[in-house]
């Protein structure tokens, strides 16, 4: 079956420093690729998403890049900030009868220290 | 665009009372909701889809008559963890998926629902 696989925290940086989650899949079909942030008490916000190979997600500063023939879907910031602390999920949406299916990855803990 | 509130966002309650959470989508018909249980510093757990008017359906190992959900309009789901007790303590989110342009294959969150259960 369709599964994620991110890389596991904690991940702690210093401010300005760049950033990188690793993200792997497996599909049967052609499925759409998400990250989601979460901030400490709170729900889970989509950052971004790409919809098929080679489309570029971007927002906030962070993309990632859809590539088919490595299954990744790799998050990237080029200078982090102590606000981006949080957890971040790498999620893909497969198509199944009568609609689609969301399978999240563990989940990466990120940590910027100032 | 997409935004799904939740209410309550925190809630404390008594050993064998019953909780009900609200989620609902602001902006969007929600055909299908989700309820994520989540513990701390660990990943969602899926608990039950629903699609507007019919069953949820419960993931394995999730009990549905202890945990009720609803999905009785497009825009409104509602979980009830009947008889709570400690071992239900958790964050509980919903998601809601619609038929957004553009968007159909996207899950949109709420803030989340923090139960303690005493």
Known sequence: GDSVTQMEGPVTLSEEAFLTINCTYTATGYPSLFWYVQYPGEGLQLLLKATKADDKGSNKGFEATYRKETTSFHLEKGSVQVSDSAVYFCALSDRETGGFKTIFGAGTRLFVKA | ?118
């Not at chain 2, 249980?37 to 757990?45: E, N």
């Open chain 2, 1 to 118: 665009g997409a935004v799904v509130s939740q209410h309550p966002s925190w809630v404390i309650c008594k050993s064998g009372t019953s909780v009900k959470i609200e989620c609902r989508s602001l902006d969007f018909q929600a055909t299908t909701m989700f309820w994520y249980r989540q513990f701390p510093k660990q990943s969602l757990m899926l608990m039950a889809t629903s699609n507007e008017g019919s069953k949820a359906t419960y993931e394995q190992g999730v009990e549905k008559d202890k945990f009720l959900i609803n999905h009785a309009s497009l825009t409104l789901s509602t979980l009830t963890v009947t008889s709570a007790h400690p071992e239900d303590s958790s964050f509980y989110i919903c998601s809601a998926r619609g038929p957004i342009a553009g968007a159909r294959d996207t899950q949109y969150f709420g803030p989340g629902t923090r139960l303690t259960v005493l």
